[in-house]
Structures are given as structure tokens and as C-alpha cells.
């Protein structure tokens, strides 16, 4: 029987260095989600079969501007923190890396879209 240190067993087994503030990020970003959500599914659900000149003027008003932008900016980066674990779990080598950075530029290729068409309809 060999004397082993804790530290000789654990080696090579993972980092455990970034684990506690992607779990932060993904905590943080789901209770924004939750008080997020309902105001977006109110002010897109009264759009719903809105000319759209009514679907704009609305749009147009700050605060369910700032709520729309706030909800695809934030659900997105939540999105991309989701969708980092699938790759860091079921992915290797190369592909991981392709994979993350597909992921990264997805997310954030689709919330500046989103915030710029909002821009757009705002103003």
C-alpha cells in the first residue's frame, strides 16, 4: 500500500477555478430573467395582432424599449452560458474550442442584432 497525498490524487481530474463564478452568472441571470419575463410576455403579448404602427409607437416609448433590450441582452448571455456547459461537457479538443467560439459570437451576434433593431424601431 503507497502513501498518497490528497493532492497527487486529485491531479489531473479538472480545474476547479472558474466553476463558482459561471454558477454566479447563470444565478444572476435567471432571477433577471424571472422579474424580466412577465413584463416582456406583457408588453409582446398586447402586441400580438398590432398594426405596425401601433407594434412601432409602442416600441417607441422608453421603458418597454429598455425592457425588450434588457430581456434579449440578458437572455442571451444566459443563453451562452447554457449553451458553454453543453460544450465544455460533450466536446473535446479542437471541436471544444470551435465550439465555444461559434457559441460566443452566436449569442452576441444575435443580442447586438436585437438591440439594433430595437434601436431602429425606437427611433
Do not use: N
Not at 44 to 49: I, K, R
Not at 70 to 75: D, I, K
Request: charged share 10%; with cysteine.
Amino acid at each position: 500500500m503507497a502513501y498518497v497525498t490528497d493532492r497527487k490524487r486529485v491531479t489531473g481530474l479538472g480545474s476547479a477555478k472558474s466553476g463558482t463564478e459561471h454558477h454566479w452568472a447563470m444565478t444572476v441571470t435567471s432571477v433577471a430573467l424571472l422579474i424580466l419575463t412577465p413584463f416582456f410576455l406583457w408588453i409582446v403579448g398586447g402586441l400580438l395582432g398590432q398594426p405596425h404602427e401601433a407594434v412601432v409607437a409602442s416600441l417607441s416609448r422608453p421603458i418597454p424599449a429598455l425592457i425588450v433590450g434588457a430581456f434579449l441582452v440578458v437572455g442571451l448571455h444566459h443563453m451562452r452560458l447554457g449553451m458553454q456547459v453543453l460544450v465544455e461537457d460533450y466536446l473535446r479538443g479542437l471541436g471544444r474550442k470551435i465550439g465555444l467560439i461559434v457559441t460566443t459570437i452566436l449569442c452576441y451576434a444575435l443580442a447586438a442584432g436585437g438591440v439594433v433593431a430595437l434601436a431602429q424601431i425606437a427611433l
